[in-house]
T-cell receptor, first 113, second 113 residues
Framework: GENVEQHPSTLSVQEGDSAVIKCTYS??????FPWYKQELGKRPQLIID?????GEKKDQRIAVTLNKTAKHFSLHITETQPEDSAVYFC????????????FGAGTRLAVHP | DTAVSQTPKYLVTQMGNDKSIKCEQN?????MYWYKQDSKKFLKIMFS???????INETVPNRFSPKSPDKAHLNLHINSLELGDSAVYFC????????????FGPGTRLTVT
């Protein structure tokens, strides 16, 4: 069935370091890959997304890469700051699938000053 | 103005009771969703409606019944509550059926005792 695996489950970095979170999806029909950030006690919020017609997308300190052949996509955060501390979720969906998103299990990122 | 709102924010009830959660969005979106987030933070789609029509119906006990009176509202009624129903329930909305950003509500924390 549809599945998205996400690693690592927890990630601890020093302020200013980079953080990388990796996801693998199983449904080859997937063509939409969003990343959501959820701060403690808050709602998930979209931070960046990528569609299958591009291999990389960047927005300031965050970037996402996609390897469709390998069914991998990754989130890169550079120059991390304490306010980046949150749970990050990757997800996969496809345009013909009623915007049904399959989420990864989440990565708890802690950025230490 | 709150884009996606849910009531109540917290719900504490006993096993066997019936309860409802309400969701409203003022974004003019056509599609709304219910997600369950368990204690391990896993986020899973339950239902989705597009313009009052049920389009996603995951494997959920039939004690859960969604209802969309209009495209701006989506309610979730749960019968005969069980301990395992304890979770945070998020409502979300998106502009259409195609793959795109989903806007989440603040969540309803349901505790069944």
């Amino acid at each position: 069935g549809e599945n998205v695996e996400q690693h690592p489950s927890t990630l601890s970095v020093q302020e200013g370091d980079s953080a990388v979170i990796k996801c693998t999806y199983s449904d080859s029909a997937s063509n939409y890959f969003p990343w959501y950030k959820q701060e403690l006690g808050k709602r998930p919020q979209l931070i960046i997304d990528i569609r299958s017609n591009v291999g990389e997308k960047k927005d300031q300190r965050i970037a996402v890469t996609l390897n469709k052949t390998a069914k991998h996509f990754s989130l890169h955060i550079t120059e991390t700051q304490p306010e980046d501390s949150a749970v990050y979720f990757c997800a996969a969906g496809h345009s013909g699938g009623y915007n049904k998103l399959i989420f990864g299990a989440g990565t708890r990122l802690a950025v230490h000053p | 103005d709150t884009a996606v709102s849910q009531t109540p924010k917290y719900l504490v009830t006993q096993m066997g009771n019936d309860k409802s959660i309400k969701c409203e969005q003022n974004l003019g979106h056509d599609t709304m969703y219910w997600y369950k987030q368990d204690s391990k933070k896993f986020l899973k789609i339950m239902f989705s409606y597009n313009n009052k029509e049920l389009i996603i119906n995951e494997t959920v006990p039939n004690r859960f019944s969604p209802k969309s009176p209009d495209k701006a509202h989506l309610n979730l009624h749960i019968n005969s509550l069980e301990l395992g129903d304890s979770a945070v329930y998020f409502c979300a909305s998106s502009a259409g059926q195609g793959a795109g950003e989903q806007y989440f509500g603040p969540g309803t924390r349901l505790t069944v005792t």
